[in-house]
């Protein structure tokens, strides 16, 4: 299939993903805000350290509070990752292939950027903050479902799940970053009521807290950490994508002999041999930010490798 195609159809299906993440992370943000007791340090500014954009936050807003972090990562056009400014690129690559798409994707695409664009619009927050996000989360379900149930699983809809699955497995391991940022009052409390929230939290951020606990009974960090990133059957843990960006990869080869597709199929294998033969109790040994921070590193070079085999 054409690159210009294959490449508009991952993005739009990356920027889907994207918009959808943030608005959870702001949405489980707000409600962590209200359970946790006075005195201990808002989440807000690790939420902005996590998606590694502290300067830009900073450039243009004086104090990481509820109302400017929301604004920043939901309503800002000038951050090129906000809800408003994803969900803009995810229909404008819409738009140069609607071709390969189906009227009702295209419609949902659009009707999810008008809900979002009149909000930016009215220059408030919404009444609602908590349901403002959950709608965008309940329409992004949506979208990805259309895209599912109305693509033919050819070529095309490959590049797109390849690009829903990247960007889920970066933004997995970033939001458990945030665990990294977010300063406990004591050593004292580690184990404590208060450190179950945080990482409860997280679970309920990637909507893994049931799946999780179908495993464990017990909050703790290891058994979160090993389900963020290493498990194998849940759809947003950074193994669960890596590997099946493995399968589209393949699939998208299919019988070619053609030795392009080489690099990206030996970057994942690399990383997948990474994740196979570590545990939680290594990476939490390790130190659990510079494992993630470094995970985000291969996930970006399996980007690279998609672009340059088939972008370009």
Do not use: C
């Given at each position: 299939m054409l690159s210009r195609v294959?490449?508009?159809?991952?993005?739009?299906?990356?920027?889907?993903?994207?918009?959808?993440?943030?608005?959870?992370?702001?949405?489980v943000t707000l409600n962590l805000v209200l359970d946790q007791p006075m005195g201990v340090?808002?989440?807000?500014?690790?939420?902005?350290?996590?998606t590694g954009d502290d300067a830009a936050f900073d450039k243009s807003y004086r104090v990481a509070d509820a109302e400017s972090v929301t604004r920043f990562l939901?309503?800002?056009k000038t951050y090129p990752n906000s809800v408003i400014r994803t969900l803009r690129s995810a229909r404008e690559n819409a738009r140069s292939v609607r071709e390969s798409l189906s009227s009702e994707a295209f419609e949902q695409i659009n009707t999810l950027y008008h809900f979002v664009d009149a909000a930016a619009r009215a220059g408030s927050q919404p009444d609602s903050a908590t349901e403002f996000f959950d709608v965008i989360r309940h329409h992004c379900h949506l979208l990805t479902g259309i895209l599912d149930a109305t693509m033919s699983h050819d070529q095309a809809w490959q590049f797109a799940n390849m690009g829903?699955?990247?960007?889920?497995a970066?933004?997995?391991?970033?939001?458990?970053?945030?665990?990294?940022?977010?300063?406990?009052?004591?050593?004292?409390s580690v184990g404590t009521a208060l450190d179950d929230l945080q990482w409860s939290s997280l679970l309920f951020s990637i909507s893994g807290f049931e799946?999780?606990?179908?495993?464990?009974h017990m909050i703790r960090s290891e058994s979160v950490v090993d389900f963020f990133l290493l498990h194998p059957e849940f759809p947003r843990s950074v193994l669960f994508c890596i590997e099946n960006i493995q399968s589209s990869l393949a699939a998208i080869r299919g019988k070619s002999t053609d030795r392009r597709h080489k690099k990206p199929a030996s970057q994942v294998t690399a990383v997948l041999k990474r994740l196979h033969t570590t545990t939680a109790k290594d990476i939490l040994a390790f130190g659990l930010h510079q494992f993630v921070d470094?995970?985000?590193?291969?996930m970006n070079r399996i980007g690279d490798r998609i672009s340059e085999t088939y972008f370009r």
């Open positions: 294959a490449e508009s159809i991952f993005w739009m299906a990356r920027y889907i993903e994207r918009a959808e993440n943030t608005a959870r992370f702001v949405e340090d808002q989440p807000w500014r690790p939420l902005i350290n996590a939901a309503f800002d829903r699955l990247l960007e889920r970066d933004k997995t391991s970033r939001i458990l970053d945030v665990k990294y940022f977010t300063l406990l009052p004591s050593v004292d799946a999780y606990r179908r495993h464990h470094s995970l985000q590193g291969d």
